[in-house]
């Protein structure tokens, strides 16, 4: 098993699928073209042996609609990417909107960082997704908690208790728009319309962020947060991501303007 410290966890959130929908292999592609040497031609069998797929692109496509993107991988464990797509059903997607949501999973080395941007870009826009980020694993565990409601010794359920204080988040099923990020990553890709709900850029407030930002083919953005993967046990990079929180209230339903 990889260790959380030495992976990538990337998610993205786009609309759900229509009749013919090419999005999951639009999703793939995109990833192989982004991350050199990067072919996804295995899945796993429920024993965790690699299976090949001769016709990999003919099976994306003839998959049942609830699976949306079975997993598929590079099949080498030494260098384990991942990637997959599942149904969030509207019961639990803000704005009561049945969503798309794409994992992947990718080694924290020299290789995929310097093509981790272009990864996250490739997924999202792919996927014609909202917004996305690509965060380090450790980091992923701490955010999770923001998200995650606390029960009680009689078994109350109560609201989030993030660590390192970090504010608490609304689940997305509490969040009024899809547009809307549920929380912050390293990478974030918001889409054109996810960046208008957020008010992003404001060129006197973002000059920080605008330099560690692009715009994308579709008009969206990539936004790196801190320039190394982003480390919460490093206070410059904790304090990065609570000034950025700050900054933007709308995210994980914050705002008055995102109240259900």
């Not at 999703?27 to 991350?35: D, Y």
């Not at 204080?165 to 929380?183: F, Q, V």
């Not at 390293?186 to 715009?215: C, H, K, M, T, V």
Request: a negative charge; one cysteine or more.
């Amino acid at each position: 098993m990889v260790a959380l410290d030495d992976t990538l966890h990337l998610k993205v959130y786009a609309p759900w699928l229509v009749d013919g929908d090419t999005r999951p292999l639009a999703v793939v592609h995109g990833m192989e073209r982004a991350l050199p040497g990067l072919r996804l031609a295995w899945t796993i069998s429920d024993e965790g042996q690699f299976i090949l797929l001769p016709q990999r692109d003919a099976w994306v496509m003839e998959t049942q609609p609830d699976e949306v993107l079975p997993l598929l991988c590079n099949g080498d464990e030494s260098h384990f990417v991942t990637i997959s797509g599942f149904k969030l059903w509207a019961s639990a997607a803000p704005g009561g909107q049945t969503q798309l949501d794409v994992n992947a999973e990718l080694p924290l080395d020299a290789t995929t960082l310097a093509a981790a941007e272009a990864v996250l870009e490739a997924v999202a826009e792919g996927a014609h997704a909202h917004w996305g980020r690509v965060t380090p694993g450790n980091a992923s565990m701490d955010i999770a908690l923001q998200r995650a409601r606390t029960v009680s010794a009689v078994g109350t359920v109560g609201p989030p208790s993030p660590s390192r204080g970090l504010p608490a988040l609304k689940l997305p099923e509490d969040i009024r728009s899809p547009e809307i990020p549920y929380y912050l990553g390293w990478l974030n890709y918001w889409s054109a319309a996810s960046a208008q709900a957020i008010g992003f850029p404001d060129p006197a407030r973002d000059a920080e962020l605008l330099s560690r930002s692009r715009r994308t083919a579709t008009g969206g953005w990539i936004v790196r947060l801190t320039e190394a993967p982003l480390d919460l046990d490093n206070p410059t990079h904790l304090e990065a991501l609570l000034l950025a929180y700050e900054r933007f209230p709308e995210i994980g339903g914050r705002s008055d303007l995102s109240a259900p």
